[in-house]
């Protein structure tokens, strides 16, 4: 028979979620994969419960839900600092995975090339690929995972379609600066790319850092696919609601990539999520407040162990340094960590273009017993996952 297509040939099954199959099969604690083990705010279930029983069951419009559209533009007006219109410049996609793999279709033709800074979430590499087009990766520095602004213009050099911008970043927690941002800017209209955002983790940002949305810089709204979910924000990683805000022009072509993708999102589910979308400010500073609390009994955690790691700014994965237990393959690490300690993690080299085998990703969006759980059983990494 003849060949299937090629174009998946260079990357392999999702790792995180390889990882959450390897974390059932031995019993471990899942902090690989980034879901919580708590429920959504109950005004949110609640929403959902009267939807189950009155509706709506059938397709929404393809691009959203008129009440979804506009409870989410009158959040995001507010807190992005722009003004945005549910009408033209949303569309209401299947999680940020479509939004993201929507927005790189939207903007990329076969043979153009899409700027990924490296560590990356793994989407992003295989989005630009299955689009047709080629990745140019630029590191990020640790500890603070600072880029290199000359090589971030060599990149643009390249005349690069668009620039992939994960911020807060999965899986280092970098919150880029405004000053960062702001040499974002000046090379994506200097070299005329466009600039696709991943802000997840808009809210999920520990004290000094702040979170600046990318399309509210000056001029930049106008070239910026700004994309996002309620699954981190309002804790409802299975309802799979994502959006891109754009531009009508962009938005006009982002729609019709999504209605040729998935035809729309869950319309209940979109009825019911209009609940959260109207909550007030003080929810997202009890989320805020409530994350910074798991991050810092998790890294606590982690020091009494005397097990290096980061320190994330935002969202809620930390990367640790198991280089002391010399294993040439992060995988296999991970692997025996699930089976012999009983902890699930993701190895970091799914997330560098760099050679990278020393790291593997955790989460804390768990409840306190799950972490300290965890922690109970990390207690014995060293003498289980000795290779002496």
Same mark, same amino acid.
């Given at each position: 028979?003849?060949?299937?297509?090629?174009?998946?040939?260079?990357?392999?099954?999702?790792?995180?979620?390889?990882?959450?199959? @390897?974390?059932?099969?031995?019993?471990?604690v899942n902090l690989s994969q980034g879901f919580p083990d708590f429920d959504p705010p109950k005004e949110i279930l609640d929403?959902?419960?009267?939807?189950?029983?009155?509706?709506? /069951?059938?397709?929404?419009?393809?691009?959203?839900?008129?009440?979804? =559209?506009?409870?989410? #533009?009158?959040?995001q007006s507010r807190f992005m600092g722009i003004p945005v219109d549910p009408n033209t410049q949303i569309v209401v996609?299947?999680?940020?995975t479509e939004a993201m793999m929507a927005a790189v279709m939207t903007v990329a033709d076969p043979g153009d090339k899409v700027i990924v800074f490296s560590p990356f979430y793994e989407n992003y590499g295989a989005d630009a690929?299955?689009?047709?087009?080629?990745?140019i990766y630029v590191p990020l520095a640790p500890p603070?995972? /600072?880029?290199?602004?000359?090589?971030?213009?060599?990149?643009? =050099?390249?005349?690069?379609?668009?620039l992939i911008l994960c911020n807060p970043s999965?899986?280092?927690?970098?919150?880029?600066?405004?000053?960062?941002?702001?040499?974002?800017?000046?090379?994506?209209?200097?070299?005329? #790319?466009?600039?696709?955002?991943?802000?997840?983790?808009?809210?999920? @940002?520990y004290a000094p850092h702040e979170h600046v949305y990318f399309a509210s810089l000056p001029g930049m709204f106008e070239r910026t696919l700004s994309c996002s979910s309620l699954s981190k924000t309002y804790s409802i990683t299975g309802w799979r609601l994502g959006y891109i805000i754009a531009p009508a022009r962009i938005v006009d072509v982002a729609r019709k990539v999504h209605d040729f993708l998935t035809v729309g999102a869950a319309a209940p589910l979109q009825e019911a999520a209009v609940t959260g979308l109207n909550f007030g400010d003080d929810y997202y500073r009890a989320l805020q407040q409530t994350y910074t609390e798991k991050r810092s009994l998790f890294l606590s955690g982690l020091d009494a162990l005397k097990i290096a /790691?980061?320190?994330?700014?935002?969202?809620?994965? @930390?990367?640790?340094?198991?280089?002391?237990?010399?294993?040439?393959?992060?995988?296999?690490f991970c692997v025996d960590l699930a089976r012999k300690v009983g902890v699930g993690a993701v190895p970091g080299s799914s997330f560098f273009h760099e050679p990278v085998n020393h790291l593997i990703r955790m989460h804390f969006a768990k409840?306190?017993?799950?972490?300290?759980? #965890?922690?109970?059983?990390?207690?014995?990494?060293?003498?289980?996952?000795s290779r002496g």
């Open positions: 028979m003849r060949e299937l297509s090629g174009r998946t040939a260079s990357f392999t099954d999702s790792v995180i979620r390889r990882m959450t199959r @390897v974390s059932l099969q031995y019993d471990a929403s959902l419960a009267q939807v189950a029983a009155r509706g709506p /069951h059938q397709y929404s419009i393809t691009w959203g839900a008129q009440n979804f =559209r506009e409870a989410l #533009a009158a959040k996609t299947c999680g940020s690929i299955l689009s047709g087009a080629e990745p603070d995972f /600072h880029f290199d602004p000359d090589v971030l213009e060599d990149a643009f =050099r390249q005349r690069p379609k668009a999965n899986p280092c927690g970098k919150v880029f600066t405004r000053a960062e941002l702001e040499i974002i800017a000046r090379l994506a209209e200097k070299y005329d #790319a466009y600039v696709i955002t991943d802000e997840v983790y808009e809210y999920i @940002v /790691h980061t320190d994330p700014q935002g969202a809620y994965y @930390v990367l640790l340094d198991v280089s002391e237990f010399g294993y040439d393959s992060d995988v296999d409840r306190e017993e799950t972490l300290n759980e #965890a922690l109970n059983r990390l207690e014995s990494m060293r003498i289980k996952m």
